[in-house]
């Protein structure tokens, strides 16, 4: 008997021994598999076309084409020879940012596990498992989850910098890792100035550590040099002409992608806000400082500050007025901005790891909301840089605010419920772009003409109603000219050709949010007679007209 009960319990002592590693082994397979299971389910839109488009080009074409894009080549780079081997299909070109947000996940394990504790580890990675918008992204066939991945990725390897363990191995890596987050994303470079202002500013690293950064920073610089003045012509364009996200006027777009962190749940963003502003009251408590400041900042500041943060769900018309005055609004960002850095240099002999990681969520966070107000910059998807850090930070808060063993677990099994009964791992995109193509494809006849509006839908257009149009990527709009497909911005571009054409089909892809007084829809409204329409969740529409056959018309003409 004993010698059956022997390798039982040695099977448990092993268990227990391993029980981390088995912990995160099962997570990290319960995150790919949820994510492979639905990774195909909606079509690809908006955004993803562009990236397929660019990288089924040679890559000679595509670093020259993106020049003028929104983010570095890299991702694209990337894509192109996924693409070689595993085809265009939309769970193919998917599937790398599925394995981004699962390594994403592995990273922010390994952070908690080093440099914090266990439980801060467990909570955190189980709440990003149950993000929703971490899921969003790793579903998308764009740069976010690798740009999110290589984030988190950094700040490991410069935690260990911060412990003065620059090996060569180390500082390998995150020079590699630097790399390829500057010709990723142009954000990199708020990372890399964050993470190097923390070095030099901390008291606590070694000399013999900030030389061996600076070599990696300098050598970062040689390995961008090709990409800067791409770099200075984007960010001079964004400055002078803007750029094509709406310009921040309130504290709403703040709250917003607060709400979306939050599951885009109300509850969960509740029970987030009081976590999170509870532990920086308990924190101010705590700071030896001046006691009038402290005294402001614990009972009027900190107090305002959470039920304006919660405003949107309060039917006050004067905290919703107090949102919307400029003057507040650059103060509650800049305050929260300044107060933190006004903390940190008091403690710079020896910044822990908590500071550091609520700077990595922080300091991103309120500067580029209020930079929005001058370059519109502020929306969920930047953002993603930030979005591992708030995870960790909320962990960490509840970590700092519940020491004893029963009140930490029954708070975080109480947030990672409220994230898991609101994620749905199968949410529709809201993207119809398939589902409009068949429309025009079933009511299209040899003689149609077809309108799409804006220009920038044209990719998504193509790609499901002509595949062989979005692969000819040099002659896409002569290829669509050749099937009657016209790309129009405003009713000054219709010509003649379609006044006199019997039926013409308008794709309007909500352009009316770019271009409010276009006149496509009235100009045809004019000459047409409705026929029938369909309008998707997403404001798109399919507009059918037919020109109106009177008795006299259809009589034979006399010759």
């Known amino acids: 008997m004993n010698s059956s009960i022997h390798p039982f319990n040695n099977l448990l002592q092993q268990l227990e021994k391993n029980r981390n590693v088995i912990f995160i082994s099962l997570l990290l397979i319960f995150n790919f598999v949820i994510r492979a299971l639905f990774l195909g389910s909606n079509p690809l839109d908006l955004d993803e076309p562009y990236s397929v488009f660019f990288a089924q080009m040679n890559i000679g074409e595509l670093i020259k084409a993106m020049r003028e894009g929104n983010n570095p080549p890299f991702y694209e780079i990337m894509l192109h020879f996924w693409m070689r081997i595993a085809g265009s299909s939309a769970f193919s070109v998917r599937f790398p940012s599925l394995v981004f947000s699962v390594i ?16 801060t580890a467990v909570v955190a990675t189980l709440l990003i498992s149950f993000s929703a918008n971490h899921l969003y992204f790793s579903h998308e066939a764009r740069v976010y989850a690798l740009f999110m991945m290589l984030t988190t990725m950094s700040f490991y390897y410069f935690f260990l910098v911060l412990d003065n363990k620059t090996t060569i191995k180390n500082l390998i890596f995150l020079f590699l890792i630097y790399t390829v987050l500057a010709y990723s994303h142009y954000f990199a470079i708020l990372i890399i100035l964050l993470q190097g202002t923390i070095v030099l500013s901390m008291q606590s690293v070694t000399k013999k550590t900030i030389i061996r950064y600076l070599v990696i920073v300098a050598a970062l610089i040689l390995a961008y040099l090709p990409n800067i003045p791409v770099l200075y012509s984007r960010a001079f364009d964004s400055v002078v002409r803007g750029t094509w996200v709406p310009p921040a006027d309130n504290l709403g777009p703040m709250f917003y992608v607060l709400k979306v962190f939050s599951n885009n749940d ?6 987030c806000l009081i976590i999170l502003w509870t532990a920086t009251w308990k924190f101010v408590r705590n700071e030896d400082q001046n006691r009038v400041l402290k005294n402001v900042v614990l009972f009027l500041i900190i107090p305002v500050y959470f039920l304006v943060s919660y405003s949107i769900y309060f039917d006050i018309p004067f905290l919703w007025h107090l949102t919307s005055l400029k003057p507040f609004i650059y103060f509650f960002s800049l305050s929260i901005l300044a107060y933190f850095i006004y903390t940190c240099f008091r403690n710079r002999t020896h910044i822990r790891v908590p500071v550091v990681l609520s700077a990595w969520f922080i300091i991103p966070f309120c500067l580029l909301f209020t930079v929005s107000f001058f370059v519109p910059v502020f929306i969920n998807r930047y953002m993603l840089i930030v979005l591992p850090a708030f995870f960790l930070v909320l962990t960490i808060s509840i970590d700092y605010l519940f020491t004893e063993k029963w009140p930490f677990q029954f708070v975080s099994a109480l947030v990672i419920i409220c994230f898991a009964a609101t994620f749905n791992p199968n949410e529709h995109n809201n993207r119809y772009s398939d589902k409009i193509a068949a429309n025009v494809s079933e009511i299209k006849n040899p003689g149609s003409k077809i309108i799409i509006s804006p220009f920038s839908y044209r990719l998504v257009f193509a790609l499901h109603y ?5 692969k000819d990527y040099n002659n896409l709009e002569k290829r669509l000219q050749q099937i009657d ?10 010509s003649a050709e379609y006044a006199i054409s019997d039926h013409v089909i308008f794709v ?19 000459r047409y007679t409705l026929e029938n329409s369909t309008v998707y969740r997403d404001s798109s529409a399919v507009f059918s007209f037919r020109k109106e056959i009177t008795p006299e018309s259809s009589l034979p003409s006399l010759q």
Request: hydrophobic share 45%; glycine share 2%; charged share 20%.
């Open 466 to 470: 002509c595949p062989d149009c979005f």
């Open 508 to 526: 309007d892809a909500n352009s009316k949010a770019l271009f409010p007084n276009n006149g496509i829809y009235e100009w045809l409204e004019q």
């Open 485 to 494: 497909v016209s790309i129009v911005t405003d009713s000054t571009e219709l």
């Open 266 to 271: 109300r509850l969960c963003m509740l029970i």
């Open 104 to 119: 994403n996940v592995w990273f922010v394990y390994r952070i908690a596990m080093r440099f914090l504790n266990t439980r």
